[in-house]
């Protein structure tokens, strides 16, 4: 099942809107931010039975 989670790029300060999957468990992935095209740091932290996982972002560099 895939959340849509507001998050706050940390190069650029916008916010925007990224899906997340926790069906699978944890992740560490990259995604470039919409806005200014550098690349973000996610860290999803699945949730439980449905909860909506927590997902941080930081700096990749």
């Known amino acids: 099942m895939l959340d849509a989670i507001t998050l706050t790029c940390p190069h650029c300060g916008e916010r925007f809107e990224t899906l997340a999957d926790a069906s699978a468990g944890d992740a560490d992935y990259v995604e470039d931010c919409p806005v200014c095209c550098r690349p973000i740091r996610l860290r999803l932290q699945a ?10 972002a930081d700096r990749d560099d």
């Open 47 to 56: 949730g439980f039975d449905g909860e909506t996982p927590g997902l941080d």
